[in-house]
């Protein structure tokens, strides 16, 4: 778990017009998925959050300008209706109600994708050996949400991953693996020089940070079909149908996005930007060639 304040969300509802009878307001929060568990469709949203704030009146007349605030700590555990589980990580859509005392509902606001819970794995480079001393990233960090679907193949749901499941896989194969593919690809003589840069310019430069997505919208970068050069890679089905596990899908498009980096680093190192297609994408047959080659020799 991160220091509390950073799994506080603070949600301001203002300028309410509050009746001589009162107003009832009520904080709805749920997951923008169903849970994959049951299927995955919106009639399966896991509820994280239901909170109800009555405001009395007793000046007789309407009050203006109120406020209220609702304080919304994600702990390690939720009580969902009758079901105690892990907080999902996913993205959050809320529903916002004012309702009077004649129970009629006098306003109602939603929002979808309203914010992102997700969780993150962080491992040093430097302490493991994997990060060249001349320069490169200091640790790894994987984003992911145990709401979306890891699966080998999209139409196969016995290649689905329960929700309950993602973490174990995350800390014990995939990280792992991970970590044993920089260490390869630095043994046959890449590196990562100290003019590289990560990718993602409004993170820490010292991070070499790989988003596990849906498939589809992702907050850190694009949802590719299988991956993106910054690197993002599809958990989702995706190219991983084409290979015997998983892990063997994301190792494969993770070898070749890592590739990418070492070949930005080169660009940058002899004076480049780090786009390693090159201008009018002149390079790219080059570039994604030998990306394409380093999984087969990889694995």
Known sequence: MTNANERTLHITVNNLEVPPMGLTVSLRLETQHGDPDLGGDSNNRILVWNETRRIDNSEGTTQSDVMVVFKVE??????????????????YRYDVTLVDEATITQQAISQEYALLVENQSIAKLSASGEAAENGGPGEITLYYCDMFPFQRDARDASTKLSREDIPGFIQTQLLPKMLTAIRDQVSWGFYWDKAWTNPRVEEDPNRLSIALTDGRTWFHDPAPVRGHSNISINVNGGNNKDYDTLTDGLMSTFHHELFHTFQRSIHQAMGGNGDVSGKDNAWRFFSEGTASLIPSIAQ
């Open 74 to 91: 994600f702990g390690e555990l939720i009580q969902s209706g009758s079901r105690t589980m892990t907080t999902p990580t996913d993205y």
